[in-house]
């Protein structure tokens, strides 16, 4: 059986905190008919990549004379066929045996003494028998549990695989996963759908409704005489585009998994190049821009509406690898294009640095008890609205030829095919309206449409009134989340006109005003990028949802399985405490507080390592065992690397300007009970050192450590001292 039956993961929803909109997709056959595993078997791969090698030099002087669009199939061919034959025959399953052969020997072995213990009367023989069948069970549960043990250790491996920033939505990714299920829609008289045909009928046409404007004039793939590119692609271009593909990834309608090119030889990559230029000096087009949709329902609406089905886009590994080699093509020309205050899909940026910048705001509101005002606005389904001509003339101005000309053609005629039940490949659609679904080139364009719109709307909003104002950063923005803050809310229907001008549709429902006070609460529950501003609130609310995920882990991970005990705290490492910690950097809590919260956290340790009462077990021995810290000191250590990096970047970043806003006193400072807010707490942990001569309290405090913070090895030493001086002793009585 070598169709491989593989559950693939995909991200969707451009926003990584919108842990709402993650969920999974599931199992589907792949037609090249290899199983990951397999493929990276030495002996399989080996075989591979001999084959693909051999059957590209043979097909390479006919694809001289072929058209491009030829040579791509025999290329595609070449791929498939050396994977069948390196992974479809028995010589690459001399490999050990699964587990499961073994476990289903035993286990014919164990029924087949049961047998025989029941036709027996020898009693002697009857307890030999049932000696042996005990042995027998007994390597069973053995090799199950080992078994077990492997698989949730590679689900831990591929958590691990993502960077810190990322690693807790994949944590929340994976243990939401379900089986994919087709979608149940409804009709226009509101009945549950049963006939998949219908199904694919209505799902198809709910998404061409939103992925097509008969309006828009499609963008054609070409323009101007065909001519070589002025920087053709090269092997090694190609080369670096695949190894940054993802494994285990639903391939698209070529049916060619990311894998299988991944893995391909320099030959391969010489291939593609050619194809690639050929393409841009033929002007002739390869099948590169259809996508197949897989309709998956949002977790926690209610099924019927095709609103609540969330598509995902399946494209070929081929289109993936060039729009990643244009990213790394635009990527120096997009940063500089960008504004400062956009912290969405850009290197060293993240959301901690937003909820750093709203942090510092608050705290600025409350130390002199100042009104400042946030308007978050809300567009609906930003990424799907844009206009693509739009965009081109956008792009034209920030990229060279070349990239333009790629630009277009993956802009041009897009088609999708709607995916119900498998294998149904049924009224295609043309998309020409929104960035491209499911590219990863996607939200790079995006943040340079928006970012031209919003240049438009920063010459209508007013100018910053008086001196506090002046100081304030007056956008902050993560992908379409934009907020804009002033002393005064600005004008929505003003910026949602402007903004409307680029097909952005601004949601005035949904836009959020709110205030940062010293007296007020109102503004605690607000969440900006997943992360509460108030620090309590934040607190609580990421105790409960990681105790939901602890549950799951518990119940539905481990259950009663013996897992070895490392394997369980790396789960809980990856699948628990990521959701825990997410921005922890950026909290500002009273000593009780902290307690509270490691106790919490020791709390979940022992829930893990399921020591109950009436057993005890001393704080110190616990964090031993589980190689773990109080909580407070991972969150201390996080809010100074925060700190560091934030120190490092550019200085009109909005996280800069906020904390600079903090420092300029504007003459009253609101004299009362001093409130624990992230400077103050920053600066306590600085006067916990011994012989110490730094602070933060000013202006220059900051300008100083933004000096240390330049040299890392320096920053790192201050970390560690303020890390040391923290440590309490240990509270065991
Ligand atoms: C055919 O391809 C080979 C190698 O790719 C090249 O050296 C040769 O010039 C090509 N011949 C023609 C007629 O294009
Ligand atoms: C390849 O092209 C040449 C002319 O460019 C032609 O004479 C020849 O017949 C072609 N060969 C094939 C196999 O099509
Ligand atoms: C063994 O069988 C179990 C249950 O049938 C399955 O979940 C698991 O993936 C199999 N493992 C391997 C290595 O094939
Ligand atoms: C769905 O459509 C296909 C082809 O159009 C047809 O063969 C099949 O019978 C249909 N299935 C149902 C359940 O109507
Ligand atoms: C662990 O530490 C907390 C806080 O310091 C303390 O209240 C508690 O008694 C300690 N638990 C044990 C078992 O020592
Ligand atoms: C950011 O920091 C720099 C360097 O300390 C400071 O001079 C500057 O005023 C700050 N930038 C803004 C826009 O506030």
Same mark, same amino acid.
């Given at each position: ?124 023989? /009857? ?14 549960? /053995? ?34 996963? /379900? ?184 705290? /600025? ?46 802009? =041009? ?160 490492? =990856? ?16 000593? =009780? ?141």
């Amino acid at each position: 059986m070598n169709w491989c039956h593989k559950i693939m993961l995909i991200v969707f929803g451009w926003m990584p905190w919108a842990e709402e909109k993650t969920t999974r997709i599931g199992a589907r056959d792949c037609a090249t008919k290899t199983d990951e595993s397999q493929m990276q078997s030495k002996v399989c791969l080996d075989q591979y990549k001999t084959g693909l090698n051999e059957r590209l030099i043979t097909i390479e002087q006919d694809n001289n004379n072929s058209t491009v669009s030829d040579s791509w199939t025999n290329v595609q061919q070449a791929i498939k066929e050396s994977a069948k034959a390196s992974a479809g025959v028995n010589t690459c399953n001399k490999q050990k045996r699964t587990a499961n052969d073994t476990i289903s020997e035993l286990s014919n072995r164990q029924k087949d003494l049961r047998l025989q213990i029941q036709n027996t009367d020898n009693e002697e023989r /009857k307890i030999k028998l049932r000696n042996e069948r005990n042995r027998v069970l007994h390597t069973i549960r /053995k090799t199950i549990l080992e078994q077990r043990n492997e698989e949730l250790e590679k689900k831990v491996q591929k958590i691990n695989e993502a960077n810190s920033d990322n690693a807790m939505f994949k944590a929340v990714k994976l243990l939401n996963q /379900k089986h994919y299920e087709n979608p149940s829609v409804e009709d226009s008289s509101g009945k549950l759908v049963i006939n998949p045909n219908q199904t694919l009928e209505i799902v198809a046409d709910f998404f061409k409704e939103k992925f097509q404007n008969k309006d828009l004039a499609s963008i054609a793939s070409f323009q101007g005489i065909p001519r070589k590119l002025n920087k053709p692609f090269t092997s090694e271009e190609v080369r670096k585009s695949l190894e940054s593909l993802k494994n285990n990834r639903a391939p698209g309608g070529d049916e060619i998994s990311g894998e299988l090119l991944k893995y391909g030889t320099p030959l391969l990559h010489k291939s593609i190049a050619n194809i690639l230029n050929r393409v841009f000096e033929e002007h002739e087009t390869i099948n590169i821009n259809s996508g197949e949709l897989i309709a998956i329902p949002k977790p926690g609406k209610p099924k019927g509406p095709p609103k609540n089905l969330r598509p995902i886009t399946l494209l070929n590994t081929i289109r993936k690898a060039l729009s990643i080699i244009t990213l790394h093509r635009i990527r120096p020309n997009i940063e500089e294009y960008l504004s400062h205050s956009q912290s969405g899909f850009r290197p060293e940026r993240s959301t901690s640095d937003v909820a750093w910048t709203h942090k510092w705001l608050a705290a /600025k509101a409350k130390k002199e008890d100042v009104e400042i005002k946030i308007t978050g606005i809300d567009m609906s389904a930003a990424f799907d609205t844009i206009d693509r001509q739009i965009l081109l003339d956008i792009i034209e101005r920030i990229v060279e030829e070349d990239e333009l000309r790629i630009i277009r053609f993956l802009l =041009s005629d897009t088609v999708i095919n709607t995916r119900i039940n498998g294998a149904t490949k049924e009224r295609p659609f043309v998309s020409n309206i929104g960035t491209p679904q499911g590219d990863s080139l996607s939200p790079v364009l995006f943040s340079v449409y928006l970012e031209n719109a919003l240049k438009e709307v920063r010459t209508i909003l007013p100018r910053p009134t008086n001196k506090l104002e002046k100081t304030l950063p007056t956008e902050i923005a993560y992908a379409d989340d934009v907020d804009f803050v002033g002393l005064n809310f600005v004008d929505t229907e003003e910026v949602q006109n402007t903004l409307h001008k680029y097909n952005l549709l601004v949601n005035i429902d949904k836009t959020e005003f709110t205030t940062l006070s010293r007296a007020g609460t109102e503004y605690k529950n607000t969440k900006k990028v997943g992360t509460l501003i108030g620090d309590e609130e934040d607190v609580e609310r990421r105790k409960r949802l990681s105790n939901a995920a602890l549950t799951k882990l518990l119940n539905v991970w481990i259950k009663g399985d013996k897992i070895k005990r490392k394997t369980k705290l790396k789960l809980y490492r =990856s699948l628990v405490k990521s959701i825990l910690v997410y921005n922890c950097g950026t909290w500002a809590l009273t000593k =009780s507080e902290e307690e509270k919260l490691n106790a919490f956290h020791r709390k979940q340790l022992r829930k893990v390592l399921n020591i109950k009462y009436p057993v005890k077990i001393t704080n110190s021995s616990l964090y031993n065992k589980c190689e773990e810290h109080p909580l407070s000191i991972y969150i201390l250590e996080n809010r100074w690397r925060l700190f560091g990096h934030i120190l490092r970047r550019n200085i009109e970043i909005p996280a800069n300007k906020s904390m600079n806003s903090y420092f300029a006193t504007h003459g009253k400072k609101f004299r009362g009970r001093p409130l624990t807010t992230l400077p103050v707490v920053l600066n306590k942990d600085l006067s916990r050192l011994q012989e110490n001569t730094l602070q933060l309290t000013t202006r220059e405090d900051l300008e100083h450590l933004r000096c240390i913070a330049q040299n890392r090895q320096q920053w790192r030493e201050l970390s560690t001292r303020i890390r040391k001086a923290a440590e309490a002793p240990p509270s065991d009585d």
